[in-house]
């Protein structure tokens, strides 16, 4: 039968565990160093590991204010996995930051760390790969009330802004190594027990400021299911667009003019246009795709393009032959 938890049981278990150290220092001095030694390697390297990005997600801030929203997700051994399958996933979020981009559009970015022992296991399951998703995405919208877009993408490149910044906004700050090792032989359990417990909560005091959350089994389900109700695909999207033909005098056409949506794009070195005669491919990395057949031979060689940014708006047009 398990422990109630109670104090009386708690003194007990602590009691034995006391005097299981106090016997196996005196019986086996090396398991009891080899024991000891790896609780604080695993404490110190815990404390001292920084968080790893793994991927980017990129969706749409719709309320309270429009904008573009990278979220980073990134490996923390400091985070621990969830006990079991039905246990919500723990994470470390950090603060939700606006920037600057080098064209001078604003965007926002927000880093969320996870265990690495999560992000390897989602490697192998795309479902697992599109819960940890959802669950970056959650965080952002529960705990910085938010309204997202019901799509997004996950971006190719791994990190948006730079490592420091990242660790900056998570709290980590990297720990000078100590040059000299404790002699774990000599100390008693009493002193390499404080030790150990000294580790984990400076571990956890600085984990206060990166807001280290476990969701109620509750809220994580009701996120879920609105999640998958959702357009949920890391697949290029097609963007909304108008294709228009314009005619002369004598209503024959003479020129087709293409608008086409791109609400994730702040600049035209983002989009990959191409033209032929008869049809036009637009390729926004990892984010739009659109192939249209023309319905009229164009002279591709004199269209040309521009780009709204304000209204992230691209315009093409092309005579037609």
């Known amino acids: 039968m398990g422990s109630s938890g109670c104090p009386e049981d708690v003194l007990q278990h602590v009691s034995q565990f006391w005097s299981m150290l106090d016997d196996l220092s005196e019986s086996d001095p090396a398991a009891y160093q080899e024991l000891i030694g790896k609780q604080m390697e695993r404490g110190a390297d815990m404390l001292s590991a920084p968080p790893e990005p793994v991927c980017c997600l990129q969706t749409e801030i719709l309320e309270p204010n429009q904008g573009l929203l990278y979220i980073n997700i990134c490996g923390w051994k400091r985070v621990p996995a969830p006990q079991d399958p039905s246990k919500p996933i723990p994470l470390c979020g950090g603060r939700l930051e606006t920037h600057t981009d080098q064209d001078g559009e604003l965007y926002n970015v927000l880093d969320v760390a996870l265990s690495p022992v999560v992000l390897q296991e989602s490697k192998k399951d795309e479902r697992k790969k599109n819960h940890v998703y959802t669950v970056a995405l959650s965080f952002a919208q529960q705990q910085h009330r938010l309204s997202l877009s019901h799509q997004y993408a996950v971006i190719s490149c ?40 000294s580790l984990h909560t400076k571990e956890r005091d600085e984990d206060l400021a990166a807001q280290l959350i476990s969701r109620p089994a509750e809220n994580n389900k009701k996120t879920l299911i609105q999640v998958i109700s959702s357009t949920v695909t890391a697949q290029p999207l097609k963007p909304e667009y108008q294709l228009q033909v314009n005619t002369d005098a004598a209503g024959s056409p003479c020129s087709l003019e293409l608008t086409v949506e791109l609400p994730r794009v702040s600049s035209i070195s983002e989009c990959q246009l191409s033209i032929s005669k008869d049809d036009i491919l637009l390729q926004v990395e990892d984010v739009y795709y659109l192939l249209l057949e023309l319905p009229q031979n164009v002279n591709e060689e004199s269209a040309a393009a521009t780009f709204n940014k304000k209204k992230r708006r691209l315009t093409l047009k092309v005579p037609v032959l």
């Open 158 to 197: 791994s990190l948006k802004g730079s490592l420091h910044d990242l660790h900056r906004r998570l709290g980590f700050r990297q720990q000078p190594c100590s040059a000299e090792q404790p002699n774990t032989v000599t100390q008693t359990p009493a002193s390499l027990l404080q030790q150990l417990s």
